[in-house]
């Protein structure tokens, strides 16, 4: 069965410093697709950053990358020179590829990052 | 910009009583879906859509039911609201390309009194 798991429920980080977010997942098809998602303390879901399976680069975006260890189900968030503002929730979550015509989304329970001056 | 629009943003409700959830969005997507979160579990998928006039069951469609009666158009009813499904409702689409990411809406925050 799909699963998303994140183990880090929080991290607390001082500001400009780079902080790595774990997640794992578990799909037995062989195509997927990963994504990062981040909520703001006024409760909104933002698209960040995605992976897909088939990619062997890790994908970057502004001041998010990934680490994409395929033989470990991994699929890691990294942000670097952090701000203030990237104080939220971050959540992990799987497509797959092939497995029926839903398109859903699976979500890990997220990570709440804290920022500090 | 992709845009997915909630009504209401807030809503309280009587124990028993019938509750709609409405979703709007202009992105021409196939894809819509109706999400639950609480505290420590996540994003729970209730119901899905993948074209009008036809819905399918998420992980957790116990006491809700789903409509979507044009493709940008997807409701979640719940015909007997009851205190455990007081929680915050998303409302969410994307293309039917799975590699694309799914755009979410604002959220609904539900209280069942």
């Known amino acids: 069965a799909q699963k998303v798991t994140q183990t880090q429920t929080s991290i607390s980080v001082v500001e400009k410093t780079t902080v790595t977010m774990d997640c794992v997942y578990e799909?037995?098809?062989?195509?997927?697709?990963l994504f990062w998602y981040k909520q703001t303390a006024s409760g909104e879901i933002v698209f960040l950053i995605r992976?897909?399976?088939?990619?062997?680069e890790n994908a970057t975006v502004g001041h998010y990358s990934l680490n994409f260890q395929k033989p470990k189900s991994s699929i890691g968030l990294i942000i670097t020179a952090t701000q203030i503002e990237d104080s939220a929730v971050y959540f992990c979550?799987?497509?797959?590829?092939?497995?029926?015509?839903?398109?859903?989304?699976?979500f890990g329970l997220g990570t709440t990052l804290q920022v500090q001056p | 910009e992709a845009a997915v629009t909630q009504s209401p943003r807030s809503k309280v409700a009587v124990t028993g009583g019938k509750v709609t959830l409405s979703c709007h969005q202009t992105?021409?997507?196939?894809?819509m879906y109706w999400y639950r979160q609480d505290t420590g579990h996540g994003l729970r998928l209730i119901h899905y859509?993948?074209?009008?006039?036809?819905?399918e069951k998420g992980d957790i469609p116990d006491g809700y039911k789903a409509s979507r009666p044009s493709q940008e158009n997807f409701s979640l009813i719940l015909e007997l609201a009851s205190l455990s499904q007081t929680a915050v409702y998303f409302c969410?689409?994307?293309?039917?390309?799975?590699?694309?990411?799914?755009?979410f809406g604002k959220g609904t925050r539900l209280t069942v009194v």
């Open positions: 859509s993948y074209v009008a006039d036809s819905t």
């Open positions: 979550a799987m497509r797959e590829g092939q497995a029926g015509n839903t398109g859903k989304l699976i």
């Open positions: 992976q897909d399976s088939y990619k062997k």
């Open positions: 992105n021409n997507h196939d894809y």
């Open positions: 969410a689409s994307s293309d039917r390309t799975k590699n694309t990411e799914v755009f």
């Open positions: 799909t037995r098809d062989s195509s997927y697709f």
